[in-house]
């Protein structure tokens, strides 16, 4: 028996002692993996992940078998492959940057919401958006609204015109009306008021997007890959209703749906029922099929 305990303590001789500091350093690295995977599985990255892997493949294959000529053109040639995956990868470098510098560190960890209760969206905000919305869908008239969550807008809405009008749905019909100053671009909606109009969105160079769709669509699925906001989107070919968020798109049945969209994502936000941590993080699995 004294044998066994001393084998067993010889054994756990070779675990090394485990402190506070390294639990925290492997949460950090944990998340930190896990929003690099999640990152490239949401990009083009997944796609050119697999064929990097297939190369480290070939270059263990050739290293195994001692193939030292080709070892010396895969030698010679990483430092240029290196550089053009930067390239290759640039505007998913610049979106990945452009989010990490948009956050509010704070409020990701903390069950609080840091817009100002007066700059709240209300319920009658909801309302007015949605009856917008059905209105502008029933006779066709395309929209792009933008309403802005933790992530400042700020450099959207300089493209654009000052507004700063209190959210009605006779402004926004009138804002998208065809042939009128403002119609053509986005609006950004801020609180419960419509901070600016004729704002320029990027576009999403997302290869699944159906292809039907047209540029005011990939714009609203571009603002939502940069930024946590939620467009409300309205078909002017086919006046559907949809909603883009953290780069994807789904489409909206009827005004019950968005309705009840808008009261889960702002109503219950705005009374600290949901931590910030993990906003963002439970996507909708429906997509559109416009």
Not at 8 to 26: A, D, G, L, Q, R
Not at 107 to 119: A, Y
Not at 236 to 260: F, I, P, Q, Y
Request: glycine share 6%; net charge neutral; charged share 25%.
């Amino acid at each position: 028996m004294a044998d066994i305990v001393t084998m067993f303590h010889s054994w756990m001789s070779f675990i090394p002692k485990i402190t506070y500091m390294n639990i925290v350093e492997i949460i950090i690295i944990t998340f930190l993996i896990y929003e690099i995977l999640l990152w490239i599985k949401n990009t083009r990255a997944w796609t050119l992940l697999r064929g990097i892997v297939m190369i480290l493949g070939f270059a263990i294959f050739t290293y195994l078998l001692r193939l030292d000529t080709i070892m010396w053109i895969l030698e010679k040639t990483a430092l240029l492959a290196t550089t053009a995956l930067v390239i290759i990868f640039q505007p998913e470098l610049r979106r990945a940057l452009e989010q990490l510098g948009s956050q509010n560190l704070a409020s990701m960890f903390l069950p609080f919401n840091d817009r100002k209760p007066e700059e709240g969206f209300t319920e009658k905000t909801v309302n007015e958006l949605v009856r917008a919305s059905f209105e502008m869908a029933k006779v066709k008239t395309g929209a792009l609204m933008v309403i802005e969550r933790s992530a400042s807008l700020k450099d959207i809405e300089r493209t654009g015109i000052d507004v700063d009008g209190i959210v009605t749905s006779q402004l926004l019909i009138n804002i998208f009306e065809h042939n009128t100053p403002l119609h053509d671009g986005a609006v950004v909606i801020r609180g419960n008021r419509v901070a600016a109009a004729t704002c320029y969105l990027p576009l999403s160079d997302n290869g699944s997007i159906n292809k039907a769709l047209g540029t005011r669509h990939r714009a609203a699925v571009g603002i939502s890959e940069m930024t946590d906001s939620l467009t409300i989107v309205v078909s002017e070919e086919t006046g559907r209703v949809s909603l883009a968020e953290h780069g994807e798109l789904r489409k909206v049945d009827d005004a019950a749906s968005l309705n009840r969209e808008l009261r889960q994502l702002f109503v219950q936000e705005e009374s600290g029922s949901r931590f910030r941590i993990w906003k963002g993080k439970q996507k909708d699995e429906r997509k559109t099929d416009e």
